[in-house]
């Protein structure tokens, strides 16, 4: 019988964990605040930055709004994106992906302060996740951590298995894991025999961007199922990268879609901006 990993309750405590620490900042007289960045007219990122301001609002922290139009020019986001990391009473700083065509979305995450870059995305902080220095990590990966580790599975020793290798997920993923003490196996679309490597994983972790791709034969039994995948099929039912209906019964542990990954980013994203406070040591 497998345990469901329930993401929006652990998702739920760990804001209000931030909002108990927002609370305290707050008595000593700071305040904490996040600069959200939204260029275009992208009907989902709308939707993405209401939701975390929502979250802002939810734990106290104070979220200032930047909503530049479709036009804009890489010029003019780096000249607010210079701004905000020169102001003192900006903690963090989030730009929404994706960005109009004709914006280098490298150069401008670039631009971010790695001392505000609460997304995790700079390569300063891609550096010290992967040396093992304090940063931002990346919100997925470190919530699916959080999943992992407030659920008592024990990450130590065994064999971790992450398929995907995006720079958003996949890769700071087997980082983390193996800052863990997992030992870690990283698969992508050129790995052979994709079935018999996941067949091996203790804990499987799926950020392959396909609905339903993992079926029960990719999965060994008892193994823990991470499906970091979000898909909306006709019908609007919302499904992840693994066939969690196929695969259940074989897991020991297993996250739902919706309900798993998902509510997690945001949590994290709260955090983050915990943690910008104490990099700037403020
Ligand atoms: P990307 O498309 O950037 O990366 C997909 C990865 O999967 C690539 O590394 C690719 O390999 C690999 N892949 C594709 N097909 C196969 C295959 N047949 N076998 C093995 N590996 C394969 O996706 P993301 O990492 O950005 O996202 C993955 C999923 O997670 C998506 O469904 C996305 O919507 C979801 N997501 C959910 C989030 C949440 O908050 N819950 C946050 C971010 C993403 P290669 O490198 O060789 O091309």
Redo the contacts with the bound molecule.
């Keep these: 019988m497998y345990q469901l990993i329930d993401g929006k309750a652990i998702s739920a405590t760990i804001k209000d964990e931030v909002k108990n620490e927002i609370a305290k900042l707050k008595n000593l007289g700071r305040e904490v605040t996040l600069a959200v960045v939204l260029v275009g007219n992208d009907p989902a990122s709308a939707v993405y930055v209401g939701n975390k301001k929502k979250a802002c609002e939810y734990v106290g922290i104070r979220s200032l709004s930047f909503e530049m139009p479709e036009t804009t020019s890489e010029d003019e986001l780096i000249k607010l994106i210079d701004e905000l990391n020169g102001r003192d009473d900006v903690d963090g700083i989030l730009v929404q992906l994706p960005l109009p065509s004709g914006i280098n979305e490298e150069k401008i995450l670039d631009r971010i302060s790695p001392l505000k870059d609460v997304d995790g995305f700079h390569p300063v902080n891609v550096g010290k996740l992967v040396i093992g220095k304090e940063g931002f990590v990346s ?2 990966p470190a ?1 699916i951590i959080e999943l992992i580790k407030r659920s008592n599975i024990d990450i130590c020793g065994k064999n971790c298995v992450v ?8 890769k700071p993923m087997a980082a983390l894991m193996l800052r863990e003490n997992a030992t870690v196996t990283v ?5 052979v025999n ?1 079935k018999e490597v996941t067949s091996k994983a203790d804990i499987l972790i799926v ?4 609905p339903k ?1 993992i079926t029960e034969e990719f999965v060994k039994d008892g193994a823990v199922v991470i499906d ?4 909306r099929l006709e019908g609007k039912k919302l499904v ?2 693994v066939d969690f209906d196929s695969v259940c019964e074989k897991t020991s542990f297993i996250t739902p879609v919706p309900g ?3 509510p ?2 945001i949590a994290m994203l709260m955090k983050n901006c915990l943690t910008a406070v104490s990099l700037n040591g403020k």
């Design positions: 919100c997925t919530g398929v995907g290798r995006s720079n958003i997920v996949g698969c992508h679309s050129k790995t994709l950020a392959i961007g396909k791709f970091v995948g979000i898909h992840g990268d798993g990954v998902g997690m980013t």
